[in-house]
């Protein structure tokens, strides 16, 4: 794979957080399995109409039906609790505290094994702004010495791939586009959206083999099976 030189060290890292620091489709279906636990005890009509399969499609046809909100996931879960609850005659008031349940377990991740380690080499070494999409929430999580912040798609309004977000981390971290080194496993989000709007990337990619998509543009500084692979790269740039 062609990869553009980075010939000295970044002024900054931004770093998404799904699926490059954790996997984070366990984590959902542990948390939507608690919620659905709940519900049989606080909304029983609704957990019987609504497994969670069935409530992961509510979600998502909440999410088709309102493409202005695709930016703010918890407003799409709690908006899709609190219409399964008022399907099945129950209070849709119950959204909220099913949504917190969710939430404090959507929380609990299990990191891939480098990520401590590695988090700490790079945030030893470079301003790290998390830059994420999602819900994570990393002081919950443990991680939060590591960042020097994290700009969400929720607070700013728009998420990855849009240029203006990551141009917004770059003001945040005080840097210029073409000085920030975005890292993240996501192809079209992460590389090709970092790639227009002009900052490097590192493709994190834990599928051995994995090639990048057909009609491709982005073309990132390295392409590394972890972040300590990671470290590691930018150990080797001149200062
Ligand atoms: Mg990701």
């Known amino acids: 794979m062609d990869a553009v030189s980075l010939a000295r060290r970044p002024c900054a890292l931004t770093l998404d957080l799904d699926d490059t620091l ?3 489709w ?3 279906e542990r948390a939507e399995a608690v919620l659905h636990d709940w519900l049989k005890a606080h909304a029983p009509a609704t957990a019987a109409a609504f497994d969670t399969a069935a409530l992961r499609a509510v979600r998502e046809a909440v999410g088709r039906e309102h493409p202005e909100q695709a930016h703010d996931l918890s407003w799409l879960r709690q908006t899709s609790i609190a219409r399964a609850l008022t399907h099945s005659g129950e209070d849709p008031a119950l959204a909220e505290p099913a949504f917190a349940l969710f939430m404090d377990h959507r929380q609990r991740v299990d ?10 080499r790079l945030s030893a070494a470079f301003p790290v702004l998390a830059l994420t999409n999602g819900n994570a929430d990393l002081g919950r999580i443990g991680l939060g010495d590591h960042f020097v912040g994290t700009l969400g798609a929720r607070s700013f309004g728009v998420g990855k791939p849009h240029a203006a977000f990551f141009h917004a981390a770059c003001a945040q971290l005080g840097c210029a586009p073409d000085e920030v080194l975005h890292i993240g496993d996501d192809w079209a989000l992460d590389i090709e959206g970092a790639h227009a709007a002009g900052l490097h990337s ?3 990619c834990r599928t051995p083999g994995a090639q990048r998509p057909a009609g491709a543009q982005a073309r990132p500084w390295r392409v590394v099976a972890d972040l300590a692979a990671l470290a590691d790269a930018l150990d080797g740039l001149p200062r």
């Open 202 to 204: 590192a493709w994190v």
């Open 22 to 24: 954790w996997p984070v």
């Open 26 to 28: 366990p984590a959902i």
């Open 111 to 120: 990191l891939f094994p480098e990520v401590v380690e590695a988090l700490a």
